[in-house]
């Protein structure tokens, strides 16, 4: 569920001040007068002013030729995390979200009321026409054209009154397309907001910006896909929604979609990961493999929604049993983890 946006205009002032990293408290937004919630469903996402489109980002050194769909080595969502130290206020944020409740993996085969579960990927081939996208929050959107063509799978169907992304991957570009609230319109689309992400470039939104999600990070860098643990290994942290956060957001995110201030609250961008003393062994391989990443990868707070949701994207080789597995995980299991000393620049997903 997508908090309103924050004034362009109040963030350019406060960018300093807003970087929210390590989970301190940043300066309380007032949302947009007129501006609305935007959805009623687990996972998430968020003026028309017509911001351009952001620099394209330049490849890292940890680019290669092809393109797995994974972020650089070096991006910090693919950073270890088990042997980082345990935030000061961790129990304090676990119990905001939910201690004693159950972990949900939104995801799975088949279909729930009418849809897939989960949020599904479009694979676009070279060369796809870009079309054009209107937005509704264009002064925090990547300006397009988009490369999403009329038939791509929008989140919840197409009858959805859900958060409707929209995630087109361009594998030989090595790029990911990505709207919330997403409506076919005309010969484009139109959406609440949209980002385009360089899955081969570290480079973050600016700061302030939102996405598709409401943290300004990338939903398709976070998803469970099924290709990653039918090879028995996830090599990334997984996205996370929770029911309420607090102003200001947490290296990596961009984006605060929150006035509460309670310092017990996490905020957007927040990294906790599965304690070590947790035992997955007993787990169906397809929920072990993901536990397993939990723990060394762990999860980033992207959205507000239900507690303790990890996304993943639709695929009829998921065994829903076996995933239901890590329903037996509660917010007791999870500890919240300081990412302070993996910083070398705010304005990078790289890591030292």
Same mark, same amino acid.
């Given at each position: 569920?997508?908090a ?11 960018? %300093? +001040?807003? =970087? ?7 300066? &309380?937004?007032? @949302?947009a007068?007129?501006? /609305? $919630? !935007? ?21 890292t050194?940890?680019a ?5 769909g %994974? +972020?650089? =080595?070096d ?6 995390? &088990?042997?980082l @130290?345990?935030?000061?206020? /961790? $129990? !304090?944020?676990?119990a ?7 972990m ?27 079309i ?15 490369p ?8 919840g169907?197409?009858q ?9 991957f361009d ?18 689309w ?8 360089d899955?081969r ?31 028995g ?18 290296w990596?995110?961009t984006?605060?979609a929150s006035?509460?201030?309670?310092a ?7 990294r ?7 035992s997955?062994?007993?787990m ?11 723990k ?19 695929d009829s ?14 917010g007791?299991d ?19």
């Amino acid at each position: 569920m997508r908090a309103p946006l924050l004034p362009a205009v109040a963030i350019v002032g406060l960018v %300093a +001040l807003l =970087a929210g990293c390590g989970g301190d408290p940043a300066p &309380s937004f007032e @949302p947009a007068p007129g501006s /609305s $919630a !935007a959805s009623a469903s687990p996972a998430g996402g968020t003026d028309a002013l017509g911001h351009g489109p952001t620099p394209t980002a330049t490849p890292t050194k940890a680019a290669t030729k092809s393109c797995s769909g %994974a +972020l650089p =080595a070096d991006n910090v969502w693919r950073a270890d995390v &088990s042997k980082l @130290p345990v935030h000061a206020r /961790s $129990a !304090a944020m676990v119990a905001s979200i939910g201690a004693s409740a159950g972990m949900h993996p939104d995801f799975g085969s088949g279909n729930y009321e009418g849809a897939p579960i989960g949020i599904p990927v479009t694979s676009v081939p070279a060369g796809q026409k870009k079309i054009p996208v209107e937005f509704e929050y264009a002064d925090e959107s990547d300006r397009g054209p988009y490369p999403i063509p009329a038939n791509a799978k929008i989140e919840g169907g197409p009858q959805s009154s859900g958060d409707r992304h929209v995630i087109a991957f361009d594998k030989a570009a090595c790029k990911v397309y990505e709207l919330f609230s997403a409506y076919p319109q005309g010969s484009g689309w139109k959406a609440g907001s949209g980002a385009v992400f360089d899955l081969r470039s570290n480079k973050l939104r600016p700061a302030g910006w939102t996405s598709a999600d409401a943290s300004g990070l990338s939903i398709f860098a976070g998803l469970v896909r099924y290709e990653e643990v039918a090879t028995g290994r996830i090599d990334h942290a997984i996205r996370i929604t929770v029911p309420k956060t607090r102003t200001g957001f947490t290296w990596p995110a961009t984006h605060s979609a929150s006035s509460a201030t309670d310092a017990n609250l996490p905020q957007l961008g927040q990294r906790l990961r599965l304690k070590s003393s947790v035992s997955t062994g007993s787990m169906p391989k397809q929920a072990r493999v993901v536990a397993e990443a939990m723990k060394k990868y762990g999860v980033i707070v992207a959205d507000h929604g239900s507690a303790w949701y990890i996304s993943g994207a639709p695929d009829s080789h998921w065994d829903n049993d076996a995933l239901r597995a890590l329903k037996s995980l509660t917010g007791s299991d999870f500890e919240v983890v300081d990412t302070s000393s993996l910083i070398a620049s705010k304005t990078s997903g790289a890591v030292r």
